[in-house]
């Protein structure tokens, strides 16, 4: 079982939460994790600058991507987790994805810093392949990277954490509409194996 999980950044400010994720990962089949945490009020910062100055879109866009390293260290020291930070330890991951057993990724569940595969160089090498087309503005989040980081490394699972209750049986479109994930997200995460959206209790 190799597992994608995305941890919303709202989460980060809550209490017990290493608890709460611990208690929900030893829940879990056995498997290898790689886990994308959300930019919570850093990118709600951004967001609200972006509303009163009305930056270029990609600009903005990458700019969040880049802040996104800031909780990716946040929650690596907050759980004790490995970090892979570097587009070194990402190319090891991508030469040896049999096993990603690689430097920077351990039995434990590994934090990864998005712009090691996700940035401006690597989405304009990738236009017109099936799983790229990311929007480069506020339609994508940490939700839709999240999904396309489980499509580079063939997860076999996507799920991501909510800190909000999930209605049952909604579509990715509904939830999109709902502005439970982002607009991208249901079209990023259409051909994955399995995808779960779950609230984080």
């Known amino acids: 079982m190799r597992r994608i999980i995305k941890i919303g950044g709202s989460m980060l400010l809550r209490e017990h939460l290493t608890t709460a994720v611990n208690q929900w990962l030893a829940a879990q089949s056995a498997g290898q994790t790689l886990i994308i945490i959300g930019g919570g009020k850093l990118i709600d910062a951004v967001r609200e600058f972006d509303q009163q100055h009305a930056m270029p879109p990609q600009q903005t866009h990458w700019t969040c991507v880049d802040l996104l390293s800031v909780t990716a260290n946040f929650a690596a020291d907050l759980f004790g987790w490995p970090l892979l930070k570097t587009e070194q330890q990402w190319d090891a991951v991508v030469q040896q994805n049999r096993t990603l ?48 980081l489980a499509h580079r490394v063939d997860a076999d699972e996507l799920v991501l954490l909510k800190s909000c209750p999930i209605p049952p049986e909604m579509s990715h479109t509904k939830l999109a509409q709902a502005g439970i994930v982002d607009d991208a997200f249901p079209t990023i995460a259409r051909d994955l194996r399995s995808v779960r959206i779950e609230q984080l209790r």
Do not use: K, M
């Not at 351990?106 to 990864?112: D, E, F, G, Q, Y």
């Not at 090498?125 to 990311?134: D, K, M, T, V, Y």
């Open 101 to 148: 057993s690689s430097p920077g990724v351990t039995s434990l569940p590994t934090v990864i810093t998005p712009a090691v595969f996700y940035n401006e160089r690597t989405s304009a090498s990738e236009a017109g392949s099936p799983i790229s087309g990311l929007p480069n503005d506020w339609r994508t989040t940490t939700d839709s990277i999240a999904a396309l």
